[in-house]
């Protein structure tokens, strides 16, 4: 396993754990303070586990399994994944302190930090899958289908 293949599992599993105090404290919030769930609050803890935890431990996991790229796959660049990397850490992480601020505090910055986030997320997301197209493919399987073999 590689750097950047556990940078993108440690993170997801960071955020795992932040998606879990979020939701502890939307549990707290709501039957023993009685100041009920925020939709931000939710928002934030959704997307911290969804994006944060389970989409960056899939990307994590397909780079580390999937066959190396070809000889002649260009889309594929090591140096991009970890450009991607480092910018999905970002942007997620922003969106969920800003969307979490947002339950406390809204101004037309936070919402604009928001919308920023969410569009380096995509795009980063987007960008992974793109260079990762080649690498996405049967090795071996192909000629055990061809003897015959059922699986």
Same mark, same amino acid.
């Given at each position: 396993m590689f750097t950047t293949v556990r940078y993108f599992i440690k993170t997801s599993i960071i955020f795992l754990v932040v998606?879990?105090?979020s939701g502890l404290f939307l549990l707290l919030?709501?039957?023993?303070?009685?100041?009920?769930?925020?939709?931000?609050?939710?928002?934030?803890?959704?997307?911290?586990?969804?994006?944060?935890?389970?989409?960056m431990m899939i990307m994590g996991v397909a780079l580390w399994f999937f066959p190396r790229a070809a000889k002649t796959d260009k889309r594929y660049n090591p140096d991009l994944i970890s450009i991607v990397y480092w910018v999905l850490m970002l942007s997620t992480s922003a969106r969920? @302190?800003? $969307?979490? #601020? =947002?339950?406390?505090?809204?101004?037309?910055?936070?919402?604009?930090? +928001?919308?920023?986030?969410? @569009?380096? $997320?995509? #795009? =980063?997301?987007?960008?992974?899958?793109?260079?990762?197209?080649?690498? +996405?493919?049967a090795v071996g399987s192909q000629y055990r289908e061809a003897k015959g073999e059922k699986f």
């Amino acid at each position: 396993m590689f750097t950047t293949v556990r940078y993108f599992i440690k993170t997801s599993i960071i955020f795992l754990v932040v998606g879990l105090l979020s939701g502890l404290f939307l549990l707290l919030a709501k039957y023993y303070f009685g100041v009920g769930y925020s939709p931000q609050v939710i928002t934030a803890h959704t997307h911290i586990i969804l994006i944060g935890s389970v989409m960056m431990m899939i990307m994590g996991v397909a780079l580390w399994f999937f066959p190396r790229a070809a000889k002649t796959d260009k889309r594929y660049n090591p140096d991009l994944i970890s450009i991607v990397y480092w910018v999905l850490m970002l942007s997620t992480s922003a969106r969920f @302190v800003m $969307q979490f #601020l =947002s339950a406390f505090y809204s101004d037309d910055w936070v919402v604009l930090l +928001i919308t920023l986030s969410s @569009v380096l $997320q995509v #795009l =980063s997301i987007a960008l992974f899958f793109y260079s990762m197209w080649g690498r +996405i493919r049967a090795v071996g399987s192909q000629y055990r289908e061809a003897k015959g073999e059922k699986f």
